[in-house]
């Protein structure tokens, strides 16, 4: 008997409730074996906190996935979020082609940006060799703001369908095969996520909370890895997700100067529960 083993490639920000501090205790709560490979370290993640420490992993990586290949290591999926440099998008591109199993899962979230601005550190060269990581993989878990950069669109905080479809249009045109976007919002006070698998939409819409956190993108991207590998189709797998991260935000939202993050913990068995179901 096996069960599944996942490969997760993205930072450690050591403070911070961000990346692979979020990333792994989700995944392995998941019933996942996961597996890291920081791409970077950071003292803090990026957002609010200035003077923070930055090591680039990237010359590390071949060796890392050489020894891999020698010990004949390999993953039932693979998912990258926060990425070091352009140059580490090279080596994560050949990290996934030699160690994701041929019927394996990849998911992509081209974690960059946010609010219609890149986050510190990244520019436009960052952008086009996102999209060719974007084009290898089974699903691309953007925000609106990182699917207008990829789709070379602009950002826009009010829109409508046809913008949305727009913006999945020019994402499929680049390779992405699923597509799933969050912070999707036609309504007041509602927003949702937009599923684009075999080119069929559906929408989970849900409420707007009052307040938002840092951190969130991880968290529903971890969370959606996790019930995607658990067998759940995409179109359940991202409502799971979304229904975790409001716990999660609500549950933040009750605690006093945790402006950073999201407690993503004390709400962890309402996912387990959801992804039991
Ligand atoms: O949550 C995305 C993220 C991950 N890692 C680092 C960040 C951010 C967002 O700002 O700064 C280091």
């Excluded at 996942?32 to 970077?40: D, G, H, M």
């Excluded at 084009?135 to 703001?145: E, L, Q, R």
């Excluded at 599923?195 to 991880?218: I, Q």
């Excluded at 997700?241 to 068995?269: Q, R, S």
Aim: proline share 4%; charged share 20%.
């Amino acid at each position: 008997m096996t069960y599944p083993k996942l490969l997760t490639i993205q930072d450690i920000s050591c403070v911070g409730q961000c990346s692979l501090t979020v990333a792994l205790p989700i995944i392995s709560a998941c019933g996942i074996e996961t597996c890291v490979l920081p791409s970077a370290v950071l003292s803090t993640h990026t957002a609010g906190f200035s003077g923070y420490t930055f090591r680039d992993l990237t010359e590390d990586m071949p060796a890392i996935n050489a020894h891999w290949q020698k010990e004949g290591i390999c993953f039932d999926a693979v998912y990258t979020g926060y990425l070091g440099s352009t140059k580490q998008i090279d080596y994560v591109k050949m990290i996934l082609d030699t160690t994701k199993k041929a019927e394996g899962l990849s998911v992509v979230d081209p974690a960059m940006a946010d609010n219609g601005k890149l986050y510190p550190g990244f520019d436009m060269a960052f952008v086009e060799a996102m999209r060719s990581l974007c084009a290898k993989a089974d699903f691309v878990v953007p925000n609106i703001t990182e699917a207008a950069l990829l789709a070379d669109l602009p950002y826009k905080t009010v829109y409508d369908r046809e913008y949305i479809d727009q913006l999945l249009a020019k994402l499929t045109a680049l390779g992405c095969k699923g597509i799933i976007l969050t912070g999707v919002s036609y309504a007041e006070g509602r927003t949702g996520i937009v599923v684009l698998e075999n080119g069929k939409y559906a929408y989970y819409e849900h409420e707007l909370l009052p307040n938002s956190c840092h951190g969130t993108g991880d968290i529903y991207a971890s969370a959606l890895v996790g019930a995607l590998v658990r067998g759940k189709s995409a179109y359940d797998a991202a409502a799971i997700a979304a229904n975790y991260t409001m716990e999660c935000i609500k549950a933040t939202a009750k605690l006093d100067n945790h402006w950073y993050g999201a407690a993503f913990e004390p709400v962890l068995g309402k996912l387990i529960a959801a992804i039991e179901a």
